[in-house]
């Protein structure tokens, strides 16, 4: 009975997420469009609101075409691999009901976005196109570098909260959110969650003046979207974590989905904004100022811990 509930929970979870970034995608072309100063799209239904879910049945009934020399199996289980470590990383969310118990929920996300770059890999390798491979190395590059960064971030927070489980974000968010005391972290965290999930600015993986769509670029129909799903439930889980992070983790108010939906429009935000960088600024962002920057805080969050632990043993 307890193994029915969790599949059934567990279930309800990946319909919410999938129609979350559903909404998502309307979200980006809608606030795209305005920002081009253009209509996004509009036409189909009220408001536009089914149009991704036509967009999802035209790209998953669209003929399967492969390259004939790729090689066939990994080619065609990397995108579903993908998408099935973007939504597997949702296990971690801190839910009190305590669907999965998860005391090391931090460990578990840098695990689970380590093997992202696996399925990156081999999407672009077992096409067996250079453009595809060029992207793929591309996007494994930056996705190992900006991992760094994300794993020195969050073992700050877990020197201050001395653990890895993110129920405690919540306890100690109660009276005082942590964007106030590491607001700098914050905009680390999140320029390399842009990173991390190839948008842009950082989204060398796919510029389309000199590599056309990076590594996915033999893929069509269902491939295709089995990666733009991943990309996008991707996007929906780093709001999440910001928001429980930063924003404080009371994920039963609805305060904090407003937070998330805030979160995951300053993504799209940027990708209005912003010009697409060059491949070896990136590369010096993350070696040269994101690197010493997050050890130099790591520093102070130990001293910081190590002084309220000493208050406390006095006290």
């Known amino acids: 009975m307890e193994y029915l509930i969790s599949f059934i929970g567990s ?14 995608t309307l979200l980006e072309r809608s606030v795209l469009g305005y920002i081009q100063i253009r209509k996004g799209p509009n036409k189909v239904g009220f408001v536009g609101i089914p149009q991704p879910f036509c967009d999802a049945i035209k790209l998953f009934t669209k003929e399967q075409t492969y390259p004939l020399l790729s090689n066939y199996i990994s080619y065609y289980f990397s995108p579903i691999f993908s998408l099935f ?29 380590s093997l ?34 994300l794993a020195l971030v969050l073992l700050s927070f877990v020197f201050l909260i001395m653990g ?58 269902g491939g295709f979207a089995l990666i733009f799903l991943a990309e996008y439930a991707s996007i929906l889980f780093m709001s999440m974590l910001f928001s429980v992070i930063f924003l404080g983790g009371d994920i039963y108010s609805l305060f904090f989905y407003l937070k998330l939906v805030f979160i995951s429009f300053l993504f799209i935000w940027a990708r209005g904004t912003l010009p697409r960088f060059r491949y070896d600024k990136l590369m010096y962002l993350a070696w040269k100022c994101f690197l010493p920057f997050s050890l130099n805080y790591i520093m102070f969050f130990i001293g910081l811990s190590v002084f309220i632990l000493s208050l406390m043993l006095l006290i």
């Open 116 to 149: 992202g770059v696996y399925t990156v890999m081999i999407a672009g390798w077992s096409s067996n196109s250079n453009y595809a491979l060029l992207g793929g190395l591309r996007a494994v590059a930056q996705t190992i570098s900006y991992e760094v960064s």
């Open 11 to 24: 279930l309800l979870l990946i319909i919410c997420i999938m129609v979350g970034v559903a909404f998502l």
């Open 164 to 221: 890895y489980s993110l129920f405690n974000f919540y306890f100690y968010q109660v009276y005082l959110w942590f964007l106030f005391i590491g607001f700098p972290l914050a905009l680390v965290w999140f320029a390399s969650c842009l990173a991390e999930t190839n948008r842009t600015p950082f989204d060398f993986a796919e510029g389309e003046s000199e590599l056309v769509s990076g590594f996915n670029v033999e893929y069509s129909s």
């Open 85 to 113: 470590l973007s939504l597997l990383v949702w296990m971690c969310i801190p839910l009190f009901v305590k669907l999965f118990s998860f005391n090391l929920g931090l460990l578990f996300f840098l695990c689970c976005t």
